[in-house]
């Protein structure tokens, strides 16, 4: 019997995750089964505890399951607590472990593969939704001189703050209430991509070396990625890297081996 793993989501066939996994299985030679499970949404316990029950080994958990996950595990690492979401199931004999592989991925992204250096960076993140949330805390132990939250909501980025501050210096604000302000590093976690807007930056937070970051991706330059352009933003990337990094996360997590990730971004997004 080969083990078993698979990515959870509604909807999920549009899912880059078995391609993933199979380049990773495939070049560190590991005997393995990735596929793709829809779960309706009020389904999701159920078709988990299926899978399990078939002998399943781990999940990849997509919208809009990751809080799902969450209260479903029995044990959580440090990061799916601090994100209270989880993007990763490990199933082992008496428990199922929950793990949030996404800010593990993004630092990774930007750290190994742009080649940008988080420590002493001004960063801006904007938006404050789960999204946000799982990358926090991974990006405050890279040390950067701060990170400031943006939110058209400012209590939601305040509560961000609360929660926190005590692991790294932070600020929090409506996104007007950074103008004047500029920033080395600016991450989208906003869903204003999926449908092709921008949210309420204001103009001049690009210097001149600023790398601008969605999470999200599309084939085509997000309106984020084309205002920042727009803005001078010397470098742009979009979310494949990231996709990418955090599955190698959750590989390493169920195998105990850390694929290659820079063959696969390019098979992905070649011209990134």
């Not at 926090?136 to 501050?165: C, D, G, S, Y």
């Amino acid at each position: 019997m080969l083990d078993s793993y698979a990515v959870i989501g509604n909807p999920i066939a549009h899912s880059k995750s078995p391609l993933i996994h199979a380049e990773f299985a495939r070049q560190t030679g590991q005997t393995m089964h990735y596929g793709a499970l829809f779960a309706p949404q009020d389904g999701f316990e159920a078709v988990v505890k299926d899978f399990c029950q078939q002998g399943g080994k781990g999940m990849n958990v997509t919208v809009p399951f990751k809080l799902a996950a969450y209260q479903f595990a029995s044990d959580l690492t440090a990061r799916a607590q601090s994100a209270q979401a989880v993007n990763t199931l490990k199933f082992e004999a008496d428990k199922i472990l929950g793990d949030n592989t996404d800010g593990a991925g993004l630092v990774r992204d930007i750290e190994a593969n742009l080649g940008i250096s988080i420590a002493g960076k001004r960063i801006l993140l904007m938006g404050a939704g789960g999204a946000a949330r799982g990358v926090i805390l991974p990006l405050l132990a890279q040390q950067p001189e701060m990170l400031a939250i943006a939110n058209r909501t400012l209590h939601k980025a305040q509560a961000l703050q609360q929660q926190f501050m005590a692991s790294g210096k932070i600020s929090s604000g409506t996104y007007m209430d950074f103008s004047g302000e500029d920033f080395d590093i600016i991450i989208n976690a906003t869903s204003s991509s999926l449908y092709n807007e921008l949210p309420p930056l204001p103009a001049g937070i690009f210097s001149v070396s600023s790398l601008a970051y969605d999470m999200m991706y599309s084939a085509e330059p997000t309106p984020f990625l084309a205002f920042a352009k727009q803005q001078g933003a010397a470098h742009l990337a979009d979310g494949v890297g990231m996709l990418v990094e955090q599955a190698a996360e959750s590989f390493y997590l169920w195998r105990g081996i850390r694929p290659e990730t820079i063959s696969v971004i390019d098979k992905l997004k070649p011209n990134r």
